[in-house]
């Protein structure tokens, strides 16, 4: 028999997000350094990210454009879409150690979050779950409206830890206007859930079980990720190629004074 394993998250309303520094010069190039790491290391990323990167004048590449390509297949564009904005929402990045990209265009039951250490390079995979109303094995609906119980998409940034009703959670707050900017009023947050593990997949027949909108990531590793991403860090939540031609960079929301 199949179980369902419902999850309810909550949020705190806060009175802003302060305003953020740029990156360093040497920011800079960790960030180069960390995210083509993951390229070559982690994801199958859709080889047009190759172009984006090699028309990067301020940095040099660390390696050969052919060592690019050869890490890279047409199957997968998050990495492009991270690229393509991350000025958009430089005013707004306070910890620059860490970049999490989650990507809804693969299955539950797989690794599909990767939290990328800007300074060494290292990517850690994790299982993390998506909205019971966004779909079953694969999150194909995406929603910023309350009640909606389904995921939202583009790019976050994350607030301060806090402890809930399931733990140390994680506020998010949504950057970009009319698609994910109610985040934190929904109460969508970062949070561990014992329905994030294999177990979980086996009991629900090839899949995770589902949250109500929250990204919930297994509760065994809540602390350390959480830890180490609050206070500023950047999130991308990838929603397939439906959505890949994200606005975000005419929609963004600016945060603090």
């Given at each position: 028999m199949l179980t369902l394993y419902p999850d309810r998250q909550e949020g705190e309303r806060s009175s802003g997000v302060e305003k953020f520094k740029w990156f360093s010069p040497a920011g800079r190039r960790?960030?180069?350094?960390?995210?083509?790491?993951?390229?070559?290391?982690?994801?199958?990323?859709?080889?047009?990210?190759?172009?984006?990167v090699s028309k990067t004048k301020s940095e040099r590449l660390p390696v050969?454009?052919?060592?690019?390509?050869?890490?890279?297949?047409?199957?997968?564009?998050?990495?492009?879409?991270?690229?393509?904005?991350?000025?958009?929402?430089?005013?707004?990045i306070k910890n620059t150690r860490y970049l999490t990209i989650i990507d809804y265009s693969k299955p539950s039951n797989v690794k599909r979050m990767?939290?990328?250490?800007?300074?060494?390079?290292?990517?850690?995979?994790?299982?993390?779950?998506?909205?019971?109303?966004?779909?079953?094995?694969?999150?194909?609906?995406?929603?910023?409206?309350?009640?909606?119980?389904?995921?939202?998409?583009?790019?976050?940034?994350?607030?301060?830890?806090?402890?809930?009703?399931?733990?140390?959670?994680?506020?998010l707050y949504g950057l970009e206007k009319g698609v994910n900017d109610n985040a934190l009023r929904r109460g969508i947050?970062?949070?561990?859930?014992?329905?994030?593990?294999?177990?979980?997949?086996?009991?629900?027949g090839g899949r995770l079980g589902r949250s109500l909108g929250c990204p919930a990531i297994p509760i065994q590793v809540a602390d350390s990720v959480?830890?180490?991403?609050?206070?500023?860090?950047?999130?991308?939540?990838?929603?397939?190629?439906?959505?890949?031609?994200s606005k975000g960079s005419s929609r963004a929301i600016k945060h603090g004074s």
């Open positions: 960790a960030l180069l350094a960390g995210v083509i790491a993951l390229a070559l290391v982690a994801l199958p990323w859709g080889a047009g990210f190759c172009s984006i050969p454009e052919k060592s690019l390509r050869a890490g890279t297949n047409k199957d997968n564009d998050a990495f492009s879409s991270v690229l393509s904005h991350l000025r958009t929402y430089r005013k707004t990767y939290l990328i250490d800007m300074k060494t390079g290292r990517v850690e995979k994790l299982l993390v779950s998506h909205g019971k109303n966004s779909g079953w094995a694969y999150a194909t609906a995406f929603s910023n409206r309350p009640e909606s119980l389904q995921s939202c998409r583009g790019f976050f940034i994350t607030g301060r830890k806090y402890s809930g009703k399931h733990g140390t959670a994680l506020q947050v970062m949070h561990g859930a014992d329905y994030v593990c294999e177990r979980s997949v086996k009991l629900n959480i830890n180490r991403i609050k206070g500023g860090s950047l999130v991308y939540i990838h929603a397939g190629a439906k959505f890949c031609d």
